[in-house]
């Protein structure tokens, strides 16, 4: 039911209360917004349950939380807590460098990112409920998450064309089970739903990634870095609903002030994209 | 013959590409609704789920929900499922202050009534005039706290309404567009093919 939506990152209820105000369909309880992971270093973790527990407590919508890649126990933890979705997130300091959380576990469903179509069937087979793009978190610049969602669709639609000898050859290409190869033959689409994350700044950057065809978007940093978190969040609700429509676009996009300063791919030494495998 | 219909679904938030599969699957010419002009085109509106604070914020910044609003005062049939129901209620419990409520139906429904995300359940339920059940997927949905004398209740679970019928409108706490079986939408296409040919007479 998060489909047409926007998701916002936010790190205390108050901002939680601003972004359900501004029509948001979840949001994400997190310590810092990637912006100041980035800024801060050190290891990122899970959250502290009180702060989670505060947020569930002042919005109705549901309620995500982030785990470490591979930290089953930070994710059992949010099961117990009673989060509505748990994202096994790269921009967290990931907990194991080679297996990802077996989802299955768990009644609570996952979302996961992914910069390819590979990716994404991997977290799929591991049992996510929901795929994101990735995009590179903290940036305030669309660019990656264009990079991983022009990826996975085109990667999509080349296996729709493809003959069923040649899906043989796509699943080791792309090191992804078969089966699933097989079904996105057959359907055209991901057998869960696809989103899109990572930079995303305006109303702009929201339609962009729905014309390209993400389902829902995520925004992070994008909001609370801006100089009018509340107006922003809530022009960027009506951009994703009216996503096709520019005369709409151009009217939400005025007055906002100024989106949250943004940072060059060439300018960052780490990548969170490139966590998870 | 039925007099011919176009049937809309609002397209704001939520799932309504899933209504819009279901409705063509049973042939019906289908338009999303984004606006009050795209309103005035069709002749029924399905309201799918998804959340209804975020649909009610929408409603109100595209100025739809004025025009809905007095279109169902003077008898627009309307199917809202999950959310939908939510907003077609005439209160909601634990919803919003400045929640819109459509008062499509004399109802008043508990928004996240069965709890949150990891409370959702699916089951097969009887549903009136239908042979076999129907496999209802309940996902963060409402509960009909409280119901009007002029409502009809087609289907319950745990004594709890979960399926309900006033005039042209019919409300599901359920959502029987996440599931193969068309026989509900069936339900609503009538609707709008017989208010649409009581019109048009």
């Known amino acids: 039911m998060l489909k047409g939506g926007v998701i916002m990152d936010v790190v205390t209820p108050g901002q939680a209360k601003i972004a359900e105000d501004a029509g948001a369909c979840a949001v994400m309880a997190l310590e810092r917004v990637p912006a100041d992971i980035r800024k801060d270093g050190g290891v990122a973790r899970m959250s502290d349950p009180d702060m989670i527990e505060g947020i569930k407590a002042a919005v109705t919508i549901p309620v995500m939380a982030k785990a470490r890649i591979g930290h089953f126990v930070e994710a059992q933890i949010l099961q117990a807590l009673g989060v509505d979705f748990i994202d096994e997130s790269e921009v967290l300091t990931p907990a194991d460098e080679a297996h990802h959380i077996d989802k299955y576990k768990f009644t609570t469903p996952f979302v996961c990112g992914a910069t390819n179509l590979g990716e994404a069937l991997r977290r799929i087979s591991e049992g996510a409920a929901l795929i994101r793009s990735k995009g590179e978190a903290g940036t305030g610049n669309i660019v990656e998450a264009v990079r991983h969602l022009r990826s996975i669709l085109g990667d999509i639609k080349k296996i729709g064309a493809a003959d069923s000898a040649e899906l043989f050859e796509w699943a080791k290409r792309l090191q992804a089970p078969l089966s699933l190869v097989q079904e996105i033959a057959e359907t055209g689409k991901l057998p869960v739903p696809l989103f899109c994350a990572g930079g995303l700044a305006t109303p702009a950057d929201a339609a962009l990634a729905m014309q390209l065809g993400a389902e829902t978007v995520f925004v992070g940093s994008g909001i609370f870095k801006s100089d009018n978190p509340a107006a922003r969040a809530k022009a960027i609700v009506e951009a994703t609903t009216h996503y096709t429509d520019a005369k709409i676009l151009a009217k939400v996009s005025a007055g906002l002030g100024a989106p949250m300063t943004g940072i060059g791919m060439d300018e960052i030494n780490q990548r969170y994209a490139d966590r998870g495998w | ?178 599931v193969p079986d068309l026989r509900v939408h069936e339900i609503f296409i009538s609707i709008v093919y017989e208010s649409n040919s009581s019109q048009v007479r």
């Open chain 2, 1 to 178: 013959m039925n007099a011919r219909a176009t049937i809309g679904v609002l397209a704001l938030q939520g799932a309504f590409d899933a209504h819009v599969q279901h409705l063509s699957a049973l042939d019906a010419d289908v338009r999303l609704v984004k606006s009050a002009n795209d309103l005035h085109e069709v002749n029924g509106l399905v309201i799918p789920g998804g959340e209804s604070t975020t649909m009610s914020n929408l409603l109100v910044a595209s100025g739809l929900g004025k025009t809905l609003s007095k279109k169902i005062d003077d008898g627009f049939p309307v199917f809202g499922t999950c959310a939908g129901m939510i907003m077609m209620a005439q209160s909601i419990i634990d919803g919003r202050p400045d929640q819109i409520v459509l008062n499509a139906m004399d109802i008043e429904v508990r928004r996240n009534g069965y709890g949150r995300q990891n409370d959702s359940f699916e089951q097969d339920i009887d549903i009136e005039s239908f042979d076999v059940p129907f496999h209802a997927l309940f996902i963060r949905a409402p509960i009909i706290e409280k119901l009007g004398d002029d409502v009809e209740v087609l289907s319950t679970v745990n004594g709890h309404p979960v399926l309900v019928r006033q005039g042209t409108a019919l409300a599901s706490s359920f959502h029987p567009e996440l």
